[in-house]
């Protein structure tokens, strides 16, 4: 289905079953612990053995000797696979770095052997027997220091423009009367998922499946291929649950080749999860910022100069922290600038983390707008409508799809109790906490991708929806399944999803809050196509075709769905694949974030009292599933704002606190009290659903409306994250 017009009114605008709050049909699987996560896969191989993995021990450098001879004779061990024995192994379109190192290392934890033996225990055991004897080299491991050797990076579609320019920013910054110029710090951050990255392997013959947590399975499967060196077709990625990954399971990652490698090494199913401390050096993070936000105004509030620069860093080929990318479109301003800038440094992989770009560029704008607001002695809210804009600030004739931000900012002041807050900070006490009200805004591209499903429909009336879509624990499932019930007409317990298998169509996969959309615009497609077929099974012109409760309606004759199929299923396969509109049109989510936070007088303690986030993302296709994927977002936000960091040995180049004991992330008592407010819109430009995403546009923003709230609570400005008690401890207002 080619989707170039916009959406006029189809089978999903009956809202029956799409938009309705259900629960999610994996539910159960969950809550009894028999959902068939890729480890504890023990239906689909019998006698796996267990490989653990290797990771080096330095940053950057080389092996000069490595002795196995200890680990080979240790009890159980099957096999060992190092990149002496491996054979040749190309590297994956996505991967910066080998994902097997050897004997050139390229970072900190980056695998070297993996042992392979009849136990976990056993595995373990004998990885400790491992010697290796190194040539460490100096490397680079400071973003600040590797400033001055920072270049533009490398476009693509995904980063844009590495600079941008409109009208003459330079002069508008001087001539205006009131400006701000000031830079903000993020830091590194891990995905810090539940289930860690995690496979099971098994060979037949010259033909590969793996079982394994991967959010896009398409990528996994020609990258798997391409390193083994073998056809896509004697591949095979099965990922039907996943528990979490935030980013961090979108490519192929070591768990899966080093059980690919061991299996065939011991020539038998081997199962691999990567222990707690690799996955923050071993896999990917997100990248540390260094951000200069200047903004040039009038007295009245109107933005006349608009800039944005922000450094990353990563390995030799990687890419940057797309942070700029909201700041040339969430608000108006003639004259802008946008720059990034990436450091080369020897830590471990930089990639895409929840919301990459926006949720730490936002960290930053939207301080930086509540700084500015204060200068103009204009409320916060006030002076994001001053400058709200219903084209692209680049592009003003290039119009936005839907809009709806200003709605976000009124009705979230109003249901947050804005007008008691007071614009001075430090005013409010209750007994020894301090307390603070802000906002901030939430903006998050909306991203169109080609996805595609089959669907089958046999005589029982039942449709059995095919994909290789991935259910990261977002409830893709269910939606799907909702897609499915409300084209055909059928109602959920006559759905069947299958998910998560490189023999099924490709889909856009899950990621940076494209998924949803365009998987059920997939779905949709497919079950057109079905429609079509079904109707001229019946004998029924397919336009006038009313598919409902089962059955298939044209004026006065009704026939059992099912009935089309009695002569065997019917098939139909299908794909969405979008025209021009999201050029012409610039397709975005929109929101607002309030936060009230109490902060001890005497100790600085911040808790977080109350959050609310209001949401303009196009058709909410679940509410109750949507609303999990903000609160989960936001609890992330709030992490971000107050504790997460990756601490960096900017001596020996990795991360110190490479577990959950070290990496802190907040938990229940951190987070008391969240609602979330859905607008009520849809978007025809965007796909047949008229939905857009809403999983990211939850932490955009978050960090900032803590900081903000902070500022407001204490008159204490904190611009480097996360706002640790050592940062403002000593500028607290004198205790009275």
């Given at each position: 289905m080619k989707f170039d017009t916009?959406?006029?009114?189809?089978?999903?605008?009956?809202l029956k079953v799409v938009g309705q709050p259900l629960d999610r049909i994996d539910g159960p699987l969950k809550t009894t612990g028999t959902a068939p996560y890729a480890?504890?896969?023990?239906?689909?191989?019998?006698?796996?053995?267990?490989?653990?993995?290797?990771?080096?021990?330095?940053?950057?450098?080389?092996?000069?000797?490595?002795?196995?001879?200890?680990?080979?004779?240790?009890?159980?061990?099957?096999?060992?696979?190092?990149?002496?024995?491996?054979?040749?192994?190309?590297k994956g379109s996505f991967n910066t770095a080998r994902l097997?190192?050897?004997?050139?290392?390229?970072?900190?934890?980056?695998?070297?052997?993996?042992?392979?033996?009849?136990?976990f225990e056993q595995a373990r055991a004998a990885a400790e027997l491992v010697r290796i004897d190194y040539a460490p080299e100096p490397g680079s491991f400071n973003l600040r220091a590797a400033a001055g050797s920072a270049t533009l990076p490398h476009e693509n579609d995904i980063t844009g423009p590495a600079e941008t320019h409109v009208g003459d920013f330079t002069e508008a910054f001087a001539r205006a009367p009131v400006t701000l110029d000031e830079t903000y710090t993020t830091p590194d951050h891990s995905h810090a998922m539940m289930e860690p990255h995690a496979t099971l392997a098994q060979w037949d013959g010259d033909r590969l499946t793996v079982w394994t947590s991967n959010q896009m399975i398409a990528w996994a499967n020609a990258d798997l291929a391409k390193t083994l060196g073998l056809p896509k077709e004697k591949v095979r990625v099965v990922?039907?649950?996943?528990?979490?990954?935030?980013?961090?399971?979108?490519?192929?990652?070591?768990?899966?080749?080093?059980?690919?490698?061991?299996?065939?090494?011991?020539?038998?199913?081997?199962?691999?999860?990567?222990q707690r401390p690799l996955i923050a050096n071993n896999t990917t993070h997100r990248p540390a910022t260094i951000q200069r936000i200047r903004l040039g105004a009038e007295r009245d509030g109107t933005i006349t100069a608009i800039a944005h620069e922000s450094l990353s860093g990563d390995l030799k080929g990687g890419g940057p922290e797309t942070a700029v990318n909201q700041t040339r479109l969430l608000y108006a301003g003639?004259?802008?600038?946008?720059?990034?800038?990436?450091?080369?440094?020897?830590?471990?992989?930089?990639?895409?983390?929840?919301?990459?770009?926006?949720?730490?560029?936002?960290?930053?704008?939207e301080i930086a707008m509540d700084e500015m607001a204060e200068k103009l002695g204009l409320d916060p809210v006030e002076f994001r409508i001053r400058n709200d804009t219903q084209v692209d600030p680049e592009n003003p004739q290039r119009p936005f799809s839907s809009r709806p931000f200003i709605e976000c900012l009124r009705l979230g002041a109003e249901r947050f109790g804005w007008?008691?807050?007071?614009?001075?900070?430090?005013?409010?006490?209750?007994?020894?906490?301090?307390?603070?009200?802000?906002?901030?805004?939430?903006?998050?591209?909306?991203?169109?991708?080609?996805?595609?499903?089959?669907?089958?429909?046999?005589?029982?009336?039942?449709?059995?929806?095919?994909?290789?879509?991935?259910?990261?624990?977002?409830?893709?499932?269910?939606?799907?399944?909702?897609?499915?019930?409300?084209?055909?007409?059928?109602?959920?317990?006559?759905?069947?999803?299958?998910?998560?298998?490189?023999?099924?169509?490709?889909s856009a996969g899950s990621g940076g809050q494209f998924g949803a959309n365009n998987a059920t615009s997939?779905?949709?497609?497919?079950?057109?196509?079905?429609?079509?077929?079904?109707?001229?099974?019946?004998?029924?012109?397919?336009?006038?075709?009313?598919?409902?409760?089962?059955?298939?309606?044209?004026?006065?004759?009704?026939?059992?769905?099912?009935?089309?199929?009695?002569e065997g299923e019917i098939v139909a396969e299908d794909f969405i694949e979008y025209g021009d509109l999201d050029k012409t049109h610039q397709q975005s989510t929109f929101g607002a974030h309030f936060v009230e936070v109490a902060v001890d007088r005497a100790t600085g303690e911040a808790r977080i009292r109350r959050m609310l986030a209001v949401c303009a993302a196009g058709r909410i296709l679940n509410p109750k599933s949507a609303r999990s994927q903000v609160i989960g977002a936001m609890t992330m936000g709030a992490g971000a704002a107050l504790m997460e960091e990756l601490a960096v040995d900017t001596r020996r180049g990795f991360f110190?606190?490479?577990?959950?004991?070290?990496?802190?992330?907040?938990?229940?008592?951190?987070?008391?009290?969240?609602?979330?407010?859905?607008?009520?819109?849809?978007?025809?430009?965007?796909?047949?659903?008229?939905?857009?995403?809403?999983?990211?546009?939850?932490?955009?923003?978050?960090?900032?409306?803590?900081?903000?709230?902070?500022?407001?609570?204490?008159?204490?400005?904190?611009?480097?994250?996360?706002?640790?008690?050592?940062?403002?401890?000593?500028?607290?207002?004198?205790?009275?």
């Open positions: 916009p959406a006029t009114t189809n089978p999903i605008d009956r480890y504890e896969r023990h239906d689909v191989v019998a006698d796996p053995a267990y490989g653990h993995v290797v990771g080096a021990a330095i940053a950057k450098g080389r092996i000069q000797r490595m002795d196995l001879a200890a680990a080979r004779h240790a009890p159980g061990v099957l096999a060992i696979v190092t990149a002496a024995n491996a054979g040749t192994l190309d097997l190192g050897g004997p050139d290392i390229e970072h900190y934890h980056q695998a070297v052997a993996l042992v392979v033996a009849e136990s990922s039907p649950f996943i528990g979490g990954g935030f980013g961090g399971k979108l490519f192929l990652r070591a768990d899966v080749l080093l059980a690919a490698l061991g299996a065939r090494a011991a020539g038998r199913p081997v199962k691999v999860a990567l003639r004259n802008r600038m946008t720059a990034m800038r990436l450091a080369v440094l020897d830590l471990p992989e930089g990639n895409a983390m929840r919301a990459p770009g926006e949720a730490p560029g936002m960290m930053a704008l007008s008691a807050r007071s614009p001075r900070p430090g005013q409010r006490r209750e007994g020894q906490w301090l307390i603070g009200m802000a906002m901030a805004a939430a903006f998050r591209n909306n991203l169109l991708m080609k996805s595609g499903a089959r669907v089958r429909l046999d005589k029982a009336g039942r449709v059995t929806v095919e994909t290789d879509m991935t259910d990261i624990g977002t409830g893709s499932y269910t939606i799907i399944a909702q897609t499915a019930a409300e084209t055909m007409g059928v109602p959920m317990e006559q759905v069947v999803v299958r998910l998560g298998d490189s023999e099924f169509p490709v997939g779905v949709y497609a497919a079950c057109v196509k079905l429609r079509e077929e079904v109707a001229r099974r019946l004998g029924f012109n397919s336009r006038e075709a009313e598919f409902s409760d089962g059955e298939v309606r044209v004026g006065n004759r009704t026939i059992a769905l099912g009935a089309a199929a009695a110190v606190n490479h577990d959950l004991a070290g990496y802190e992330v907040p938990v229940h008592a951190d987070v008391p009290h969240q609602e979330v407010i859905f607008l009520d819109e849809t978007d025809p430009f965007s796909s047949p659903m008229k939905a857009k995403g809403v999983g990211e546009l939850g932490i955009c923003g978050v960090g900032a409306a803590v900081a903000n709230a902070i500022y407001s609570a204490t008159g204490v400005r904190i611009r480097d994250y996360p706002i640790t008690l050592d940062k403002y401890l000593d500028r607290l207002p004198d205790v009275a």
